[in-house]
């Protein structure tokens, strides 16, 4: 009986595993969720983490490279997601090191892109816009004002 209910753990772990790829933390409460056993839930984990199906820094660059095709984002913005998702800060900063060295081009990026839809608007106004935009997309303030201040400055 003990086994059966330890094997029906790990069949709906896998399930959720095959869907997308999650951290240790998603999976636990998911199983939780379902109300399997505490017990059943560590050995499915650990047995999850033996065969390499269950990896937060893996799971972390995954979902770092998903995000930034999906909507870029800025470093901040990708760390708050990580801790959400239970993710160790050293691991977290494992998978967005990664990205740093394109953080810049992405802000870039979306900069140009925003611009269209702010050069009707007051100077002032346009750069509160961009300043907040990029805010809510998580760079970190002195790339932010570093973007902000280059675009704005070329206009004078």
Same mark, same amino acid.
């Given at each position: 009986m003990k086994k059966d209910s330890l094997e029906?753990?790990?069949?709906?772990?896998? /399930?959720?595993?095959?869907? %997308?790829? *999650?951290?240790?933390? $998603?999976? /636990?409460?998911?199983?939780? %969720?379902? *109300?399997?056993?505490? $017990?059943?839930?560590?050995?499915a984990l650990s047995f999850f983490k033996s065969k390499k199906l269950l990896d937060?820094?893996?799971?972390?660059?995954i979902w770092v490279e998903s995000r930034l095709r999906s909507s870029p984002r800025g470093a901040m913005l990708l760390e708050r997601e990580l801790r959400e998702k239970g993710i160790a800060q050293s691991i977290i900063s494992q998978a967005v090191t990664s990205f740093v060295d394109e953080e810049r081009s992405i802000a870039e990026s979306l900069v140009e892109a925003k611009m269209h839809s702010l050069k009707n608007l007051p100077r002032q106004k346009a750069r509160k816009k961009l300043f907040d935009y990029l805010v809510r997309k998580g760079f970190k303030f002195d790339l932010i004002d570093d973007m902000v201040n280059g675009y704005f400055h070329e206009d004078e």
């Amino acid at each position: 009986m003990k086994k059966d209910s330890l094997e029906k753990t790990i069949t709906y772990g896998r /399930r959720l595993l095959n869907i %997308r790829p *999650r951290s240790e933390k $998603e999976l /636990r409460e998911r199983l939780f %969720r379902k *109300r399997f056993s505490p $017990e059943d839930i560590e050995k499915a984990l650990s047995f999850f983490k033996s065969k390499k199906l269950l990896d937060d820094l893996k799971f972390a660059r995954i979902w770092v490279e998903s995000r930034l095709r999906s909507s870029p984002r800025g470093a901040m913005l990708l760390e708050r997601e990580l801790r959400e998702k239970g993710i160790a800060q050293s691991i977290i900063s494992q998978a967005v090191t990664s990205f740093v060295d394109e953080e810049r081009s992405i802000a870039e990026s979306l900069v140009e892109a925003k611009m269209h839809s702010l050069k009707n608007l007051p100077r002032q106004k346009a750069r509160k816009k961009l300043f907040d935009y990029l805010v809510r997309k998580g760079f970190k303030f002195d790339l932010i004002d570093d973007m902000v201040n280059g675009y704005f400055h070329e206009d004078e």
